[in-house]
C-alpha cells in the first residue's frame, strides 16, 4: 500500500463520480429534497389549526359572534365563515373537499340569553385522522366554558399544559439521522453496484491493473471518497433541517464512527453485489433488492418504535438499521452506550463483508 | 538482450476447451512481431498470459526476462499495452488521463507531447466518451507509452476502425519501432501483419502452425510463382505438350513456373504457335493466400478487409 498512488488516484475518481450528475444528485441532493418534503408534510399536520366552515344562520348576533371569536382564539382551528345561503353545509363541505364544519343554529342568541337549550351541530370527517378530535375538542372545550359562565360557576379543576423531556424530540429530529442513514446506504451501494459490474464489463480493473496502482489502494481511494460524501451529506443535512424546520440535532463525535465505518460497509456489500454478477443488469436487480428493503425498513423514513411488533425483527437483520439507530443515539438521544453496541456491530459487519468481497473482487483472471 | 519474449510449451486450459495448446516462440528485441489467426484461435488469450493478466495452465513463459504472472508489478513498468476493445473512464479527459498514469508511473511526462505524437492533441481535453473508436484506440496507445515501455502490446488495435483510423495506428506502430522498442502485434487482418511486421506467427485453434517472416512464410507455404496468360484456349493443350503445368482461370490460363527464367521460355512458345493473345502477368501468392491454405478460409468476424472477406 502506497499512499502517495492512493492520493494520486483520488481525484481521479472523485471526478469521474461530480461529472456524473445522477450520483451526485442520489447522494447529496436527493436527501435533501427528501428532508424538505417530509419535515414540511410532517410538522405542518401537528402545528397548523384545522380549517372549519362555519354556517352562522344566527347572523351577526353577539353570542355567535363571541363564541366563534373564542373559537377561533384556541388556536386549534381556523373559523372561515360560509355564507347562510348554501343551504346544506354536510352537501358544501364534500363539494369544497373539506373536512370539518359547523352550524350555528337560528336564534341561538335568544337561547343563550333566556337560557334555553340550544344545538350546535358539527360535522367532521373521520377519514382526516386527527383533525376530527381536534374540531371536537375545541367546540367542546367553547361550549363548556360558555356553559360554565351562563351558570355563573367557578372552574374548581383546570389544568395547564408542560411537555414532557427537553428538547422535545419531534419527527424531523428522528429524520435527520434516518436520512444521513439513507445518503450513506446510497450513494456507496449505487454507484458500487454500478461500478462492481460495468467496469469488470469493460475491463477497465483490468485497464487499472497494468498502472503500479493496486487493488488495495484503489479501494481505499474509494473508501476515502464515500466517507468523504457522507461526511459532507451529513452536515448538509443537519444544516438544511436545522435552518428549515429548527432541528435538534448536533454532528456529535460519536456520530463520526457511523459515518466511516458505515460507507465502509455499503461499499464492500455493492461491491459484492457488483463482482458476483455476470452483467450490470443482472447486478443491478440484485442491488436493488438488497437496496430498497433496507432503505425503508432500517427506520430511516420513520422510526422503527412506530413499525408494528412481527416487522422489528426485519429491522434488525439489516446493516443500514445499526447505523441509523447509532445515529439517532449519537445525534438525538445523546446516549453513548447504545452507540457503542451499533458501531461494533457496523465495524463486524463491514469486516466480514469487506472479507467477502475481496474474494469475489479480482483484477486479474486465472 | 536479443529476445524480447521466450514461450515454451505454453498451455491454456478452460474447462474443456484447450485454448493455447503447446505453443512455442520468441519475439526478439526490436522487432515488429504479429500474432495472426482467426477470432478464437487463442491470440487473446496468449497475449494476456504475456502481460501477466491471466495464469498459465502450464508452460514456460519470459517476458524481458521475467515471469508476468508472478513478477506483474515489475514487469507492468517496463511493459505497455493496449487491450483488445480498449476501455477507458468515460468521463475523464485524455491529458488528465495521461497525467494520471504518469503520477502512478511516477514519470515526468508532458502529455501533450504523447498526445501529439498519436495526433491526438486537438482532443486533449475533450472526455472519452466524445471520441470516435479510432481516437479511443489512440488513447490507449498514448496510455501505454506513458512509462516508456521496451516492449507494446497491442490487441487487435485496428478491429472495427476506419480506413483512415486505421493507417493512422499503423503510422504510430512503425513510429514504435524506429524508437528500438518490441511490438507484439495481434490481428486477424492479413495486410496489416504483412505490412508491419519483421515476423509473423499464424495460430489455429491454439496451435502454432507457421512461424517466420512474410516473405519466408509465402516461400515455404506459397505456391509456385505462376505465370497468366489471357488468349485462345488451345494454347493450354500446346502448353501442356510441352510438359508444363497449365491450369484454366477464368478466361485465361496459369503456367506454374519451376525458375523465372521459365517465362521467357513459355512465352516464346506462346508467340511461336501462331495462336492468338491478349495480355499476361505473373502471379505469386500473397500472405493472404498462405493463410487461408493454412488456416483453411476459417471465417473471420469485423469489418475491413479480412481473410475472409478478402476471398471471393
Known sequence: MNPRRVLVYFPTFARGYLRNPLGLFMSLIFPVILILIFGAVFSSSGTSPVPLAVENLDQNSPASVGFLAALNATGAVTVNLVSPTVGNLSDYLAHHSLSAGLVIPAGFDAAVAQHLPVQLTVYTNPASGGEAGIVLGAVEGVTNGLNLRLANGTPIVTSVSLTVGSPLYRYIDFLIPGLIGFSVLVSPMFSMVNIGSTWKRDKLFRQLSLTPLTRGEWLTATLLWYVLLAVVSAGLLVLVGGLAFGAHVTLTLLSLPLLVVGPILFVALGLLAGSVSSTPETAGVIGNIITFPMMFLSGTFFPVSLFPSWLVPVAKVLPLYYVVDGLNGAMVYDNPSAVYSDILIVVILAVGLAVAATRFFRWRED | ?312
Open chain 2, 1 to 312: 538482450m536479443s529476445e524480447s519474449v521466450e514461450v515454451e510449451r505454453l498451455v491454456k486450459v478452460y474447462g474443456s476447451l484447450r485454448a493455447v495448446d503447446t505453443i512455442d516462440f520468441t519475439v526478439r528485441s526490436g522487432e515488429v512481431f504479429s500474432f495472426l489467426g482467426p477470432n478464437g484461435a487463442g491470440k487473446s488469450t496468449t497475449v494476456e498470459i504475456l502481460e501477466g493478466l491471466r495464469r498459465r495452465t502450464s508452460g514456460s513463459v519470459r517476458v524481458l526476462g521475467e515471469d508476468p504472472w508472478s513478477s506483474l508489478d515489475r514487469i507492468k513498468r517496463r511493459i505497455g499495452v493496449v487491450p483488445q476493445d480498449f476501455h477507458f473512464f468515460p468521463t475523464i479527459t485524455p491529458r488528465e488521463g495521461l497525467r494520471l498514469y504518469a503520477r502512478l508511473f511516477d514519470r515526468r511526462v508532458d502529455p501533450d507531447e504523447l498526445l501529439a505524437r498519436v495526433e491526438l492533441l486537438d482532443k486533449a481535453d475533450a472526455r472519452y466518451d466524445s471520441l470516435s473508436g479510432g481516437q479511443h484506440q489512440k488513447v490507449g496507445v498514448a496510455l501505454a507509452l506513458v512509462n516508456d515501455p521496451e516492449i507494446c502490446f497491442l490487441d487487435e488495435p485496428t478491429t472495427g476502425l476506419d480506413p483512415r483510423a486505421r493507417r493512422s495506428v499503423w503510422e504510430v506502430i512503425r513510429r514504435l519501432r524506429k524508437e528500438g522498442r518490441t511490438v507484439f502485434l495481434t490481428t486477424h487482418y492479413l495486410d496489416e501483419a504483412q505490412q508491419l511486421s519483421d515476423r509473423i506467427a499464424i495460430i489455429k485453434r491454439g496451435k502454432l502452425i507457421a512461424t517466420g517472416a512474410p516473405d519466408e512464410l509465402i516461400a515455404v507455404f506459397g505456391r509456385p510463382a505462376r505465370l497468366r496468360i489471357v488468349g485462345e484456349a488451345a494454347l493450354a493443350d500446346r502448353l501442356r505438350e510441352r510438359g508444363h503445368a497449365v491450369t484454366p482461370d477464368n478466361g485465361g490460363l496459369e503456367v506454374e513456373l519451376r525458375s523465372k527464367a521459365e517465362a521467357v521460355e513459355i512465352l516464346d512458345a506462346v508467340a511461336s504457335s501462331g495462336l492468338r493473345w491478349q495480355s499476361f502477368s505473373t502471379k505469386s501468392d500473397t500472405l493472404e493466400d498462405v493463410f487461408i491454405r493454412l488456416v483453411g478460409g476459417a471465417r473471420d468476424e469485423g469489418n475491413g478487409p479480412s481473410v475472409a472477406e478478402a476471398r471471393p
